[in-house]
């Protein structure tokens, strides 16, 4: 089973809540295994209470009873900044497979959608793919719609069989699919041309399909991957296919407009492709109006005397078709299809012309990411040192903070206009040791950061202290809940983020990014027999399982012993008997006068009450077979930086069945118990004697450090260019 899914199926909606669940059903019947997909629904910022519909519906599915790989994996995020390409961006951002596909939320997919979408990127090496839409009528199709109006329908199927798209022909907006990678090069989807409740254009598939080509990548047409698109009763209208032409003629000036600026440094904006000039009226009545036709597109003027004449040019094509062309149509007696073509062709050259008058003089500079302080706990903490060693490499200015911001910082980096702004990244919150006054100081610079328009982003990596009700580490939980609550966006390591954050709209800042893997920041680990000699383990011993009590609690410690006395009169053989090495003291007592009693009354536990530093790591791992994380039944409980940890290792891992867990790992590598149950964890102990695991090729890259928070971060560079 692959660590990262192979597709991320992007499902963006709005106002569409009962569409959106049909739509989900339809994903959820997929005959490619959910191993192989992820989905990711964006609200962008829906009113009819689609978001918590989509949440009640995936939560219901999540919480039977199943196996891993017969569990799908879905995050249901939100994107309050109204526009498609708001909403397909904040997807991006969290999708964690090779090729992102999109489906609109009133279409069906069909039970071998993603199946045959496979296949044709395996067969073809294809950079991005285009699947059949089909229409569904809501009611009979009326006499008057011919074939070439389906297109505004959404009906796409420009071949019978698989083929390579040629110029000018683009992917359809309802069913695509590209890799990832190549829209992080061309620098994802211009909110610009994206359609929007107030401003329904229609180009931004084509600036996709042209940036795409320009930068060399392959676009195909698989007919197999087939959709089925909802052709509502409101839309088989005359009315809104006029419409329908008004706003093709505005997005063709645009995607002129966008087409003839030089390219964005980012990417976003290349050169312009090769246009077809718009025809001069001839053949009043039997020429045919080309609303619907792809490239049909002029090559935008970029001097005023050349915009004058452009405008001219439509004043005289609008005259035409008002006062002569359709007057004609309805004297001849000409079909209603031709009349409605006219007057599609007349409402198309009448949004050309407004949109050349709301044109800007120049074009929209993107915003700026002006700063970055990166506030993370003190001492050592291998993530942290990671994502700043990642984030440093990136082209940002990039500052790092211990436990607080300083005001120094904040007067150098406040915004100074409505283009730039500075983020404050804060990294386990919950992990910073301040007295009263320095979080009362903390709070009052996060308030300041607020007031001056920061962009605040939490990480929430989950610890120790979110494992224990303590009164002593109350204002712990406090610090950190404030910060969640004043932040624009939570990054947290789960699929199940309605199970660790009550509060609603904490919920909709919630982002789940890929954990990335430690292989090549540790050393290799030490040969077998030659770590277990330097820990004192016997040579002979059965399975060894290990336990980092500083990532733990007291209770949980005692919880995992008790488990292990309990596995071994059952387990217990002559020449072989399971070993629990506990490393490190747990994080809530200094003293763990509990754990030492029942370590000191059985030889087959053995301690090391020193916190391991980056050079004792291969040595407990190297002597060890299993990693143990044990918790109790409370939803926040748990780090999956331990278990990634055990992963790169290629350790089995035995796991809590909790949210951040619960999806995020593959079932061959983990054992999940059931936390409320002592004896399920000793089943768990007992199944993990007989359990091995070994990454293929394919997960060990994946969990290499280097590239992986070096992707990391630059996934976190998109977040804060959104932000600013």
Known sequence: MKLCPHFSVILCTYNRRNLALSTLASLRSQTLPYSQFEVIVVDNGSSDGTFDAVRTYVSAGMQEEKDAKDTWQVQCLSEPQ?????????????????????????????????????????????????????????????????????????????????????????????????????????????????????????????????????????????????????????????????????????????????????????????????????????????????????????????????????????LRELAYLALLHRPLLGLAGRSTNERLLAAMEQARSWGRLQQWFQLPKRPSRESVVRAVLFVRPAGADPTADLLAQALTSQDVDYGIGIEGITWSWLWAHRPRDERTRSIVHFYRVGAFNLTYGQRQWFRFWLWLARLWGFGIITTDTGGWWQSTYSLRFLSRRSLER???????????????????????????????????????????????????????????????????????????????????????PGKQQKKATPQLLIVGLPADKQSPACVLKLAALNPTIHLNMTTPCKEDMPLYVGATDVVVLPHFSMPAAGMLEMAILALSYEHVMIVPNLPRFRGMLPPRASILYDPTSRASLVRALSQAQASTFHLNAQEAVILEAESGWREYAQRLLKLYQQLS
């Open 82 to 314: 109204n526009g498609l390409a708001y909403a397909r961006n904040t997807g991006l951002l969290a999708a964690n497979g090779e090729v992102a596909v999109f489906l609109h939320d009133d279409a069906l997919a069909d039970q071998h959608w993603l199946e045959h979408l496979l296949t044709a990127y395996e067969k073809t090496g294809a950079d991005a793919i285009g699947g059949r839409v089909e229409l569904d009528w809501e009611v009979p199709r009326p006499h008057w719609l011919s074939e070439e109006l389906l297109e505004m329908l959404g009906y796409f199927a420009p071949a019978r069989v698989r083929t390579q798209l040629a110029k000018p022909t683009s992917l359809s907006s309802c069913n695509f699919s590209v890799k990832i990678e190549a829209l992080r090069a061309i620098g994802y989807f211009s909110p610009l041309l994206s359609k929007s409740p107030n401003r329904p254009l229609r180009m931004e598939m084509d600036d996709l399909c042209r940036r795409l080509r320009d930068a060399g990548y392959a676009l195909w047409y698989e007919p197999e991957a087939m959709v089925v698109h909802r052709a509502s009763a409101i839309r088989l209208t005359r009315p809104f296919f006029v419409g329908r032409a008004y706003w093709q003629g505005r997005s063709e000036v645009l995607l002129e407009y966008v087409a003839s600026v030089p390219p964005h440094p980012a990417g976003a904006i290349n050169r312009a492709p090769t246009h077809t000039p718009t025809p001069h009226p001839a053949d009043a009545i039997n020429r045919v109006p080309t609303p619907y036709r792809a490239g049909a597109i002029n090559r935008v003027p970029t001097r005023l005397p050349m915009k004058l004449l452009a405008i001219l040019t439509e």
């Open 482 to 568: 404030k910060v969640l609550s004043a932040s624009d966006v939570v990054l947290a390591y789960t699929r199940q983020p309605e199970q660790l954050y009550p509060d609603r709209r904490l919920r909709r800042r919630v982002r789940c990014l890929l954990h990335p893997g430690f292989r090549g920041y540790y050393g290799p680990p030490e040969p077998r027999a030659q770590a277990r000699e330097q820990l004192g383990l016997p040579k002979e011993a059965g399975t060894v399982y290990l336990c980092f009590a500083y990532a733990h609690t007291e209770r949980e410690v005692v919880l995992l012993i008790e488990a292990f006395l309990d596995l071994k």
